[in-house]
């Protein structure tokens, strides 16, 4: 049986008039990867602060590991956060971030971090202030895998790194959760990329949650119906669409919900394409909204 690590109920954050967060429900499960994903200005990175006791919320209820976060060292001590800035002294180098970790990393691997430096090509004795981003994001990558925090939060760290090193990074992240397993978080713009990692997706808009499902689940769970417009229209007539694209005659429109056999073989009979939708498209119809999809609703109005 797994147990839970973070339970949520009711958390809201606000700035002023502001509200960040709102009322938001939330429960991490041990030794699973999570995927926190939404929009620019989402609610992300201020809820992963929440959780790791660098703000306090102004409702709600908050546990984690069975206590709040916010100054409890034995709960603190317990997890590792890693933001996309990630900041250090300007004087140090990666080998004195490296070499203090364990003071602050229980399960601190110094033998892991060496091998991750000799992957991400890191040099380890230039001082931060002249590293490039990449380098810098490669820092904050490897003390966030090294540490082996039984909760890790990642909050866009890899963003300057490369293709090649964001996929150095993907592997070892599931090789070395394999054989230690914890609880992950990763907040990502690169949807696609880490898709087939996660094992749970919340998805977050405007402070709030959308959906917090497993991700397996939403694989397949959605399906864009493509044909002449006429035609997709009446196919999608009592089903839930969540995002609409045309041009001329022909249109495109995404609902939301698995086709049996019987649909996709009266989708064929009208002469209709089907195609799955991956999991960033889903988010993307589910937080977006398509000024194309707009202009061919009053086309089919008119």
């Known amino acids: 049986m797994t147990s839970t690590v973070v339970r949520a109920r009711g958390l809201t954050k606000r700035y002023g008039a502001f509200t960040a967060v709102e009322a938001v429900d939330l429960t991490l499960e041990e030794n699973r990867i999570y995927g926190l994903l939404g929009r620019n200005g989402a609610g992300k990175t201020t809820i992963m602060q929440l959780l790791t006791g660098q703000l306090f919320p102004n409702a709600g209820e908050l546990e984690v590991f069975g206590r709040e976060p916010a100054e409890h060292a034995d709960v603190l001590r317990r997890m590792c956060y ?17 070499r203090s970790a364990p003071w602050f990393f229980e399960h601190w691997d110094a ?3 060496e091998r991750l430096v000799e992957d991400f090509r890191l040099p380890v004795n230039r001082r931060i202030k002249k590293l490039s981003r990449g380098q810098l994001s490669a820092v904050g990558v490897i003390v966030g895998l090294a540490s082996r925090a039984p909760l890790t939060f990642f909050d866009e760290p ?3 790194l490369d293709a090649v090193a964001r996929h150095i990074f993907y592997d070892r992240l599931l090789e070395d959760y394999a054989e230690h397993p914890r609880t992950v978080v990763l907040s990502t713009h690169l949807i696609d990329e880490v898709a087939n990692l996660l094992e749970h997706v919340i998805l977050i808009d405007q402070g709030r949650i959308l959906f917090d499902r497993d991700a397996e689940e939403l694989r397949g769970s959605a399906t864009t119906i493509a044909g002449p417009r ?8 009592d089903r839930p669409v969540i995002g609409r694209e045309g041009l001329g005659g022909l249109a495109s429109v995404t609902i939301d919900g698995r086709l049996d056999q019987a649909a996709r073989v009266h989708a064929a009979e009208l002469g ?3 195609a799955p939708v991956s999991l960033q ?8 909204t398509d000024l194309r999809a707009d202009a061919s609703e009053k086309e089919v109005a008119a």
Do not use: C, N, W
């Open 82 to 98: 890693i933001a996309e800035a990630q900041r250090y002294p300007d004087d140090f180098k990666p080998s004195h971030v490296f």
């Open 111 to 113: 033998a892991f971090a």
């Open 158 to 160: 890899y963003l300057g």
């Open 230 to 237: 006429a035609a997709v229209e009446a196919f999608v007539a």
């Open 272 to 274: 209709l394409e089907l």
């Open 281 to 288: 498209q889903l988010i993307v119809h589910m937080t977006g």
